[in-house]
């Protein structure tokens, strides 16, 4: 009874503060509306254009001058109020000057937006995203961009360009470092989880940065993996794989979107009224703006879609596409073409309110100075705490692939290792691609994460990895002819008892314009890797790439194989605790792992076909020389510890909630954490359904011997999908489930949706 009574008293609480709550978001939405109206009604034609224009920085704290572009023009246009917002300046000596410009010259003083693209990390690096997806830990990805916005913030940013949200599924593809893998499910999860990371809950908070997600759509299906390339999908994958992270981030609050350079099935990103109109701003009812990717703009003249500037900036306007980036094309055109009747003012109007009202959301009508805090740049740069959540992250995102005789991990007291690899002396390759805002050579590496947890090593490089350059942005030159250093190396690993192996991408080969048309160990080190393995075949290969690789050679004959990544700045401390046991692994790859690139795209989520085999004659969906499955599958990881699983039972009696239950028991002696997965297929559907499709996970801490029961519901959003016309639908049937510990491995059943 008193229990009831309060329930019931704490459930009355709870309905008052959440009406409360919304009465007080509604009555701040129409205020900040009222603002905006009222400024909006002030503003000349020129004005309105200005803020949809945003211009590229570098700029000089002395002057200030941009570095790029037509510097002059730029500068008059911000003394004009002809610019909106900016991008790549940081520093809060430099933010505050531009923003003195705008808000102490121009005539209304709105005070511009610093965007910037802090992808994991701004100073202090997180591991790529590609890599912290692996961890599956949303808590901790969402820390680690509350954490970037703290650091952006604190010098004078206030707009990330991320998450990237894109789904990936080549990974010839350099991007597919900066986004969450292959999966849709888990990459919305990710996304919001990001989103949340750097909105914060308090916008009236100088930490909290907006962010943007990208790129609006279709980017990361570039036919062949080659950057910018076309793209040309059909409607049940738009619907399904590529649009659900961005409809999520939607629902996630997501304050900007970014769109993309590519076309997708025929019509630029840019200037697609369909993605932009109907389904973002249509559909979903987004009420950010939308910023076009850099340059994306012009780049319709390219495509073969815009005949000159000026048409680029009208079906761009007219599509949606609120703010241009660097195009110069409606700070050039816009205004013509509105008094020429080819874009209605109504459709400026719109972009510029919806730009305006993240301004005041922001509180930077308040105060445009906000995030130019001297102070908080001197102390919270590279703080301390910063520096552990990077290091926890980094542990959280190292996959054991594989872990033959429990080689691993080694024991402190083991001598004799040798380290080799160019990468396991590199300060500045694991920070990976997207650190534009950090500082070069500042990773802990792999022979100081060694030495800091007192491990008794000898190095010998072997070889050259690349040979230029040492800093972004030109393209890598790999040593492809140089085994000069090989012999020491042999020699080395000939008097070693454990060679600790560090072989793969430099930092620099992926990223934007970053893409490969091979998938092996770049350069001579496939043939370091055999010299050394001709002479000790107890070899610990760690793994640093951005994108799967195919190494199938290594699986065949390398006992342990550890996918380290690019860790940011911690990395070499987490590939020593990992490799000497101090962490135990639990991330489980976000992208299945190809065994040769002929078989890329690979995906778990495919399609049946109607002659799936396998068969003993030639007829079937396969290849003549290599089986169709990857290497290592969505889903896959080891750990220290042995997980198994049983009695997976399944409750249909309620269609809202189909519930699944399964048990798991840690077998072994060490306290580990397991990543659960379930995955369904309906049987039968009006559109043919994936083989498997992820609908839940569950990542727990399992004590060695210990076993836990977990439970997974699935409703009508885990069972439905989109159909044709991109509406959703869920239909009854038979759907097979399975709960494992990867995409391929797990325990089976069947239920009945009614
Ligand atoms: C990239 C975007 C990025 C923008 C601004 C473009 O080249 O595609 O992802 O946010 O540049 O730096």
Known sequence: MKFQFVTKTKLLLLLLCTHLALNISAQTNNAIDTKVNTLLAKMTLEEKIGQMNQYNGFWEVTGPTPKEGNAKEKYDHLKKGMVGAVL??????????????????????????????????????????????????????????????????????????????????????????????????????????????????????????????????????????????????????????????????????????????????????????????????????????????????????????????????????????????????????????????????????????????????????????????????????????????????????????????????????????????????????????????????????????????????????????????????????????????????????????????????????????????????????????????????NIVLVLMNGRPLAITWANEHIPVIVEAWQLGSQTGNAIASTLFGDNNPSAKITMSFPRSVGQVPIYYNHYNTGRPGPKSEVFWSHYGDEINQPLYPFGYGLSYSKFEYSNLKIDDSNPQKVKIFVTIKNTSTIAGEEIAQLYIHQKIASIVRPVKELKGFSKVKINAGETKELEFDLTDKELGFYNNEGNFVVEAGAFDVMVGTSSEQGLVGVFNKK
């Not at 350059?469 to 030159?477: A, D, G, W, Y």
């Open 88 to 537: 790549n300046v940081k520093g809060v000596e430099n933010v505050r000057k531009l923003q003195e410009i705008v808000v102490n010259e121009t005539r209304l003083g709105i005070p511009l937006l610093f965007g910037f693209d802090v992808i994991h990390g701004h100073k202090t690096l997180f591991p790529i995203p590609l890599a912290s997806s692996c961890s599956w830990d949303l808590e901790a990805i969402e820390k680690s961009s509350r954490i970037a916005a703290i650091e952006a913030s604190a010098v004078g940013i206030n707009w990330t360009f991320a998450p990237m949200v894109d789904i990936t599924r080549d990974a010839r593809w350099g991007r597919v470092m900066e986004g969450a893998g292959e999966d849709p499910y888990l990459g919305s999860k990710i996304g919001a989880a990001q989103i949340k990371g750097f909105q914060g809950t308090d916008f009236s908070s100088n930490s909290s940065i907006i962010a943007c997600v990208k790129h609006f759509a279709g980017y990361g299906f570039a036919e062949a993996g080659r950057d910018y390339n076309t793209v040309d999908v059909g409607t049940s994958t738009l619907y399904n794989i590529i649009l659900p992270p961005f409809k999520a981030a939607v629902e996630a609050d997501v304050k900007t979107v970014m769109n993309s350079f590519n076309v997708l099935n025929g019509i630029p990103a840019t200037g697609n009224k369909f993605l932009q109109r109907d389904i973002l701003k249509g559909k979903w009812n987004f009420k950010g703006f939308v910023v076009s990717d850099w340059g994306s703009g012009y780049e319709m003249i390219d495509h073969g879609y815009a005949k000159n500037l000026k048409q680029a900036a009208e079906l761009a306007a007219n599509a949606g596409s609120d703010m241009d980036m660097e195009s110069y094309s409606y700070v050039r055109h816009l205004k013509e073409l509105v008094e020429a009747g080819k874009v209605d003012i109504a459709v400026i109007d719109d972009a510029v309110k919806r730009i305006l009202r993240i301004k005041y959301e922001l509180g930077l009508f308040d105060n445009p100075y906000k995030y130019c805090d001297a102070k908080r740049e001197k102390e919270l740069i590279y703080h301390a705490d910063h520096i552990a959540a990077s290091l926890d992250m980094a542990k959280k995102s190292i996959v054991l692939l594989k872990n033959e005789n429990n080689l691993l991990p080694l024991v402190k007291t083991q001598k004799n290792i040798a380290v080799i690899g160019a990468l396991a002396n590199d300060k500045n390759s694991p920070l990976g691609s997207w650190r534009i805002g950090s500082d070069d050579n500042t990773a802990i590496s792999v022979l100081e994460g060694l030495k800091n947890i007192g491990a008794n090593i000898t190095y010998a490089k072997g070889a050259e990895l690349i040979t230029a350059p040492t800093s972004f942005p030109e393209e890598v030159k790999v040593n492809e002819t140089d085994k000069s250093e090989f012999t020491a190396a042999i020699k080395l690993a000939k008097k070693s008892d454990v060679v600790i192996m560090v072989l793969g991408e430099h930092g620099f080969q992926s990223g934007e314009g970053r893409s490969r048309t091979k998938l092996d160990l770049p350069g001579v080190q496939q043939q370091l890797l055999e010299a050394i393995y001709k002479v000790n075949k």
